[in-house]
């Protein structure tokens, strides 16, 4: 298969000097195998800043990596390829279950790979830590920059998820984010800068370790907290996030919850705090069984998750649940979840205080 021109130059053109210089391979029956899931992203996209977009599947990404055959055997499935904004709710179950399937039907497989468009990829990987059971790691890595731009950080990060998907080390931890060398725990990943290659950071917890060259280290364990079971789920409850800003009104929450939202995220001002009208309308879709959940428009920081309910002239009614230290999109996929399971407020609010 030959390789597009625009993807190889002028990035990869040293690629034949590079393993030249690599180690001698190791012998094919003693690497581990990865299973690679594509889903598209700027990791796969050519003429990305100008004119119209070309795609790059797996297999001719994989081909052009160098030094790929000192780390693993790798297997490939092209998932999808669309950009990171095209990933919806649906292809989320989609994705877990093929990923489930793949690890149940391949006992052989060290960890599975998945590269992703970085814009919504956080919230990709925390639904796969929640609903993937198999203890084999799921990492998710993607670019900043396209596959045929200067200075790609592509290849390093691909090469690198394949490492950590390999490492023994890596069994228990769930998924995992793989960006510019750093290893995050999906849960705590989230993308702080538009355009930079170290665009991502976990700031209540910082890295779980790094991808260097002499090897993969682990500095500390991720949260990891009870699974979510999907076989029973044709369709996830619709959850929307409302934000806060001085002047908010109560439209976007009513319009919301008309269009048949199951929940609210509110990124709200300091610890979850709202607009007076903003906080009526609340109330008002509390009261007609929509969960709230307060977050922070902070971006760090939590909100105490409290208990769901409160007291009001003696008798206990729906109050929001706070987010913990969850960031309003975390917070989105999660209460997705738990409204699979119960639409009881006190019992989301358990559920969060869980997956703290």
């Not at 012998?27 to 003429?47: C, D, E």
């Not at 790979?113 to 890595?141: I, K, N, Q, S």
């Not at 793989?178 to 993308?191: C, E, F, Q, S």
């Not at 919301?256 to 610890?271: D, Q, T, Y």
């Amino acid at each position: 298969m030959r390789l597009p021109l625009r993807l190889l130059l002028p990035a990869l053109a040293a690629a034949p000097a590079l393993r030249a210089q690599s180690p001698a391979p190791a012998p094919a029956a003693a690497l581990p195998r990865v299973h690679v899931v594509a889903t598209g992203g700027t990791i796969a996209s050519t003429n990305y800043y100008g004119g119209e977009q070309g795609k790059v599947g797996i297999e001719a990404l994989l081909k052009a990596m160098p030094a790929l055959d000192t780390v693993a055997r790798t297997s490939a499935q092209q998932f999808a390829n669309v950009a990171s904004t095209a990933v919806t709710p649906a292809m989320w179950v989609q994705l877990a279950r093929a990923i489930a399937d793949t690890l149940r039907a391949r006992p052989d497989l060290a960890g599975v790979v998945v590269t992703h468009g970085t814009d919504t990829m956080e919230e990709t990987a925390y639904f796969l830590d929640l609903t993937v059971a198999d203890p084999r790691p799921v990492v998710v890595t993607g670019a900043m920059r396209p596959a045929d731009g200067v200075g790609i950080d592509g290849p390093a990060n691909l090469m690198h998820a394949l490492r950590v998907a390999a490492s023994p080390a890596a069994r228990g931890r769930g998924a995992m984010l793989l960006m510019n060398d750093g290893i995050l725990a999906a849960r705590d990943a989230t993308k702080a800068n538009a355009v930079r290659p170290d665009a991502f950071e976990a700031p209540a917890r910082g890295l779980l370790g790094v991808a260097d060259p002499e090897g993969v280290v682990f500095h500390r364990l991720p949260q990891r907290a009870p699974l979510f079971d999907l076989s029973r789920v044709a369709e996830l409850p619709r959850v929307d996030v409302v934000f806060a800003y001085p002047g908010a009104d109560g439209a976007a929450v009513d319009a919301l919850v008309a269009a048949g939202a199951k929940g609210l995220v509110v990124a709200g001002v300091g610890r979850g705090g709202t607009p007076a009208a903003m906080g009526t309308a609340v109330d008002r879709a509390l009261r007609q069984g929509v969960v709230v959940v307060s977050g922070t428009r902070t971006g760090a920081g939590s909100v105490p998750v409290g208990r769901g309910v409160r007291t009001r002239e003696g008798a206990e009614v729906p109050a929001t649940v706070g987010s913990g230290d969850l960031n309003v999109q975390k917070a989105r996929v999660l209460l997705m979840l738990a409204l699979t399971t119960t639409n009881d407020p006190r019992a989301v609010a358990r559920i969060f205080a869980e997956h703290q």
